[in-house]
């Protein structure tokens, strides 16, 4: 079993990023709660109607760039 206390703050990003990729390689084993599958349908149903929100990452990326210029 590993410590996790004793690892330091990198090595515990370090897991904890291997876990979140072991996890999202396949979301169908991570349990929803009837609420979470409610508000995920919610959600679903939103960006239908409406359309996707926000501005694209290309834009975020120009605007962080012309705030350091």
Same mark, same amino acid.
């Given at each position: 079993?590993?410590?996790?206390? %004793?690892?330091?703050? =990198?090595?515990?990003?370090? +897991?904890? /990023? ?5 996890? !999202?390689?396949? $979301? ?6 009837? %609420?979470?599958?409610? =508000?995920?349908?919610?959600? +679903?149903? /939103? ?5 996707? !929100?926000?501005? $694209? ?13």
């Amino acid at each position: 079993m590993i410590d996790i206390a %004793a690892l330091s703050a =990198e090595q515990r990003l370090e +897991l904890l /990023e291997q876990i979140w990729d072991s996890l !999202s390689a396949n $979301p169908q084993a991570v349990p929803l709660t009837q %609420a979470q599958r409610e =508000e995920l349908d919610r959600r +679903l149903d /939103e960006l239908e109607a409406e359309g996707p !929100s926000g501005i $694209p990452w290309e834009e975020v990326y120009r605007r962080l760039r012309d705030r350091r210029a």
